[in-house]
Structure formats: C-alpha cells, structure tokens
C-alpha cells in the first residue's frame, strides 16, 4: 500500500465534494434549472432536502473540507502519520461514494467518523510538535547541542512551516560558536580578565540575544569597566593637580565628569583644580604686579593686586602688597596735585599738608624713584613758598597803606616790605578821599615788583 494517496485520487475526491456541494444547492431551491439535475452523481434523488440527513452530513463536509482537509492532505502531515492520512482520505472517500448511492445514513456516520479521527490525528499532531518543540528549547537552553538537534528536527518534521521552529532552529545552529564563546568567557573570568570575557559575551549575545544570562553579566561588566575608568580618572587627576600638570588634571577630570558627574570624587577634584587653578592666577597676578612695583608703575601694581584679592581675599601677602600699592598710588596723586598748583602752597594749611605728605612720602620714597623725584620738587617748592620776597610800597605819603591780613605799612613815600610768594591785597585809606585796594600776586620768582597806593580822588 502507498503511504500518500496519489494526487489523481485526491482530485477526485475533491471534484466529488463540490458535486455534492452542488447537489444540495440544487435540492434547496425550486428555482434551479432542469439541467441541474443531471449534474448530479448517478443515483443522486432529486429530492435529497427530504432527507432528514441532509443538513448534518452537509454541516460535517463543511467542517471537514474548511477546516481539517487541508492540514490532512498536506505533505507535513503524511509525513508524521501516513496510515491516518491514508484512513481520513479513504473515510471520505467511503461516505462521498454512499451518499451517491444514497445510502445517506451511513454517507453521515462515515463522515463524521472521519472528521473525529482527523481531529484527534491533528490533536495528536500538535502535542507531538508541542512536546518536541519544548525539548528542543529545554536541550538548547541546557546547552546540549545534539540533544537540542534532535528535538527541533522532530519539531520541523511535524510543522515544517512553523516559524517558532525556524527561529529556534537557527538558534541551535548558532550553539556551537556559542559555547566556544562560552568556554572563552569562563577562562577569561577565572584569569580575572574582564576585557576578554566581556567580548566573548558581546559573541555570544551577537549570536544568540536571548541569553539573559550572558546579557546580565555584560551589564554587570561593563558598569564594572565604567567604575574602574571614573577611579582611575579622580586617581590620575588628583597626581596631577599635586604635579602641577594642570592640563593632564583637566583631562582626567572631564572623563570623571562624563563617566559620574554627580560623584563627590568628580566634584572634590574639581575643586582641587579651580584651588590651583586660583593660585596659579594669583601667582601670575602677584608677579605682575612685582613687575609693575619694578618699573615703577604703581596703579598697574594696584590693578594686579586688586584682581588677585579677588581670588585670594584671605592672602596676608596679597592684602599687604595691595595696601601699599594703593598707598603709594594715592601718595603719588597727592604730590602730583601740589606739584600742579604751586601757588597754593603760599596758604599755611596747604603747605602744612605738603609738609606732612613730604615726612611720609620720605619714608617710603625708597621703593618708587617717581615719589622721591616728586618729593623732592615738592621740598623745593615749599621752600621757594616759605622765602619772603621784597615789596616796595609806593605812596603820597598822606595815604595810610596796610596789607590785608598781614599788617600796616603806614603814610609812607616808599618803604620795602617782605612778604612770602602768595595773594595780597594792598589796602590805602585818606580822610576825605575814596579808599583803594590794590590785589597783587607775588610768586617766588617775583624780583623788583613796586607797589604804589594812592588814595587821589575826593569823596
């Protein structure tokens, strides 16, 4: 006996449902033309709808033909159980050729005895698949390549067109790479070399994602590396903020930054490098400003030591330097100022002022050659203010002169008087006459200077 039906027998049988499907549309309308009838099976009774069998064995062939016939007359599944195959197809090859002889009752019992041995043969089918399917993961997730070869060709013998199958299938293939990473993986992790077993897990995943295994310890890996890199980083960067190699700190503490930025490592050597980083600019500030005190240009000197104030409030040597900067600025400033109106140093105030800017300009004076010069020039102008110049007063004399603030010079025809450089006012009164002011400005170059005071016009 052959184990599948020839393909001409399975035609056959088909061609024999639709006649039947044909025969019950014929008997359930009045409407069908005569010919109809004649395309029948012989022995077919036009009156078929009477039958009380009718409805059941066209509800059983419906059944059969949609739902089982195709999976039954597949190749898979002659394949898996050609005796069943073989029995289904004669089965209803059996109730088609009864109910053609009219013999509906056993045409029905056939049918349906069909159909049951094609759902209990499928039924058996898939549980076949089923349980091979779930060895074959079983074996491959145990690793036990040809156990798991076995169970999946088992598998796709009884659902070739199983996609599951398929995927699982290709997954078996891949085992043997796999466990050679596996083998790999397992030496590297015994001589802690973590770089090797992370790429023959990176292999193994590659060829085979569903190791959740594999996957975990990569995660657990690579956080592992990521950790080692952050420390290694804060370490070198924390040596080189001690070795002073700034830019290597920098460096170091941008990978940090990317790595963990949030760590307190990463903002502790952060800090350590902004506190460098603030004394080298205070150190370069600071040797400005040396600079500045060495060429005698004392507001550079206080711009440098007001900027490194800035970035070391709590430096002594900052704060002294600025402070003597400052001072020595406003030193300079003040002898400029006397020096740029030397008339003025004719008021006492003003030249007791001078004087005192003269005694504190000579204690320091020493460190700027600017403030000694100017002092100097300063002492000699003062001196020039302090010398009395001589004055020869001119009058009739009737008109008694005296100098506003000074004194009197009396009813005089000519008389010298000695008077320091500044702003007088010579003042002359008569009886019967209009007084008179004469406003004379006497500098310490003044030589020869006459002053006459005459009061000549009547009230």
Request: net charge positive.
């Amino acid at each position: 006996m052959h184990t599948v039906m020839p393909a001409i027998g399975l035609l056959a049988l088909g061609l024999l449902a639709h006649m039947v499907f044909a025969q019950f549309a014929v008997a359930e309308t009045s409407l069908a033309p005569p010919q109809a009838a004649a395309a029948l099976p012989a022995g077919a009774d036009s009156g078929l709808s009477a039958n009380p069998h009718h409805a059941p064995f066209k509800a059983l062939l419906r059944v059969y033909v949609d739902d089982l016939e195709p999976a039954i007359q597949s190749e898979a599944f002659g394949a898996w159980d050609a005796a069943a195959q073989q029995k289904i197809v004669a089965l209803k090859a059996a109730a088609m050729q009864a109910l053609s002889q009219g013999q509906h009752l056993e045409a029905v019992g056939t049918l349906k005895t069909a159909v049951e041995i094609s759902r209990t043969a499928l039924h058996a089918r898939e549980a076949a698949f089923t349980a091979a399917l779930a060895a074959a993961h079983r074996q491959s997730d145990a690793d036990n390549y040809d156990a798991a070869l076995v169970h999946i060709a088992e598998a796709l013998r009884i659902r070739p067109d199983s996609a599951a199958a398929v995927r699982l299938s290709a997954r078996i293939q891949a085992l043997p790479q796999v466990l050679a990473h596996l083998r790999a993986a397992r030496t590297a992790a015994a001589e802690n070399n973590r770089e090797a077993e992370l790429r023959a897990l990176e292999a193994i995943v590659k060829s085979d994602p569903d190791r959740a295994g594999a996957r975990s310890r990569i995660t657990t890996l690579r956080a592992a590396r990521q950790d080692e890199r952050y420390h290694r980083a804060i370490t070198h960067g924390l040596r080189a903020v001690e070795q002073g190699t700034h830019n290597d700190a920098r460096q170091h503490l941008a990978v940090a930054q990317r790595l963990f930025p949030g760590r307190a490592e990463t903002a502790l050597l952060a800090e350590h490098l902004r506190g460098v980083e603030r004394y080298e600019q205070v150190a370069r500030l600071v040797n400005t400003a040396h600079a500045a005190v060495a060429a005698d240009d004392w507001e550079a000197a206080l711009a440098a030591y007001r900027q490194a104030a800035q970035r070391a409030p709590d430096s002594a040597p900052v704060a002294q330097g600025r402070q003597t900067a400052a001072r020595m600025v406003s030193l300079l400033k003040a002898v400029d100022a006397h020096l740029a109106a030397p008339h003025r140093l004719s008021a006492p105030h003003i030249a007791a002022h001078a004087r005192t800017l003269v005694a504190e300009s000579q204690r320091v004076g020493q460190v700027s050659p600017k403030l000694a010069a100017q002092t100097s020039e300063l002492q000699r102008q003062l001196a020039r203010y302090a010398t009395p110049v001589a004055i020869r007063v001119v009058s009739d004399g009737q008109t008694q002169v005296s100098v506003r603030g000074v004194g009197r010079v009396g009813s005089v025809v000519s008389k010298v008087i000695h008077l320091k450089p500044g702003d007088y006012r010579f003042e002359g009164r008569r009886q019967g006459y209009k007084s008179k002011i004469v406003s004379v400005r006497i500098t310490p170059s003044t030589a020869d200077v006459q002053v006459a005071v005459v009061c000549d016009e009547p009230i």
